[in-house]
Nanobody
Framework: QVQLVESGGGLVQAGGSLRLSCAAS????????MGWFRQAPGKEREFVAA????????EYADSVKGRFTISRDNVANTVTLQMNSLKPEDTAVYYC?????????????????WGQGTQVTVSS
């Protein structure tokens, strides 16, 4: 199994930045793809970004393109989400996810491992 622990959430004003990190442990070879999802109150969990082991495959949700950047460090077994130009609608609990699949998917049900989530709140 893979254990995922997120950090870096918090409260920020609109236009500000936050950096989320996710540390993987356990059978990290099973984390070929790693990604970020978010869930706002009363809404379904939605895809934010994902990256392959080789880092050659990266995908973003349209709502965050140009503002968020995902990266990973396979030596440290971490994945990072740099979030710039934050908007109030980015407010949500952000979850780190991983799966042994080698291709990127935006569907939450395809990820086998999840972190506990970290709260991001953007004030207007």
């Amino acid at each position: 199994q893979v254990q995922l622990v997120e950090s870096g959430g918090g409260l920020v004003q609109a236009g500000g930045s936050l950096r989320l990190s996710c540390a993987a442990s356990g059978r990290t070879f099973m984390s070929n793809i790693m990604g970020w999802f978010r869930q706002a109150p009363g809404k379904e969990r939605e895809f934010v970004a994902a990256i392959t082991w080789s880092t050659t495959g990266i995908e973003y949700a349209d709502s965050v393109k140009g503002r968020f950047t995902i990266s990973r460090d396979n030596v440290a077994n971490t994945v990072t989400l740099q979030m710039n130009s934050l908007k109030p609608e980015d407010t949500a609990v952000y979850y780190c996810a991983a799966d042994r699949r080698s291709f990127i998917t935006t569907q939450a049900r395809m990820y086998g491992f999840w972190g506990q989530g970290t709260q991001v709140t953007v004030s207007s």
